[in-house]
T-cell receptor, first 117, second 117 residues
Framework: SAVISQKPSRDICQRGTSLTIQCQVD?????MFWYRQQPGQSLTLIAT?????????ESGFVIDKFPISRPNLTFSTLTVSNMSPEDSSIYLC??????????????FGSGTQLSVL | AQTVTQSQPEMSVQEAETVTLSCTYD???????LFWYKQPPSRQMILVIR??????QNATENRFSVNFQKAAKSFSLKISDSQLGDAAMYFC??????????????FGTGTRLTIIP
């Protein structure tokens, strides 16, 4: 299994500012994902963080709003830019996978609770 | 695109009794994985059980078992001898088994499980 450390665990931010969330995995993984969970809702995938290349964004999410970095196989960041109250959510990092092996689980960090005033 | 449906927003069960959470999904793929994740108030997404579509035998993990009906695209979770610590949101999730390098999870809307002492 993989242990995922995510920080900050929570933050309260002002409208118009940006917040960068960090995700550190204790082993090398092929896949890292960023999810958003709005209050009382399910998890929605924002993007797949690709090592060494631009992230792959899902419909409704754009790079200018949610820039993502993945400099190596154990670390990724998600930035929530120019925040508005609608961005108040839990943001979760997910990771897993050994290349070429299908039978792998995905693990989650403990999430970042973001409140935008 | 794959979809996952959980038709029970809330369920409750007496402690020590058995409860079944429902999940249906839609896909055109023949090889995939299905998961049940548990999310307690701590926000941590905890993997409860996993089923591989090519396996006919239903997965079991201690008090947790699934009823996987591939033709009906149904994947229910049975919790036996319910305990207070089982209280949480439960999410059903789908993941393709194709080695495309983008094996994201698609989640249902969740079922909130309450355990009655």
């Amino acid at each position: 299994s993989a242990v995922i450390s995510q920080k900050p665990s929570r933050d309260i931010c002002q409208r118009g500012t940006s917040l960068t969330i960090q995700c550190q995995v204790d082993s090398q993984v092929t896949m890292m994902f960023w999810y958003r969970q709005q209050p009382g809702q399910s998890l929605t995938l924002i993007a797949t963080a690709n090592q060494g290349s631009e992230a792959t964004y899902e419909s409704g999410f754009v790079i200018d709003k949610f820039p993502i970095s993945r400099p190596n196989l154990t670390f990724s960041t998600l930035t929530v830019s120019n925040m508005s109250p609608e961005d108040s959510s839990i943001y979760l990092c997910s990771a897993g996978g050994v290349w070429g092996i299908k039978n792998e689980k995905l693990f989650f960090g403990s999430g970042t609770q973001l409140s935008v005033l | 695109a794959q979809t996952v449906t959980q038709s029970q927003p809330e369920m409750s069960v007496q402690e020590a009794e058995t409860v079944t959470l429902s999940c249906t999904y839609d896909t055109s793929e023949s090889d995939y994985y299905l998961f049940w994740y548990k999310q307690p108030p701590s926000r941590q997404m905890i993997l409860v059980i996993r089923q591989e579509a090519y396996k006919q035998q239903n997965a079991t993990e201690n008090r947790f078992s699934v009823n996987f009906q591939k033709a009906a695209k149904s994947f229910s979770l049975k919790i036996s001898d319910s305990q207070l610590g089982d209280a949480a949101m439960y999410f059903c999730a789908y993941r393709s088994a194709m080695l495309s390098g983008n094996e994201k999870l698609t989640f249902g809307t969740g079922t909130r499980l309450t355990i009655i002492p």
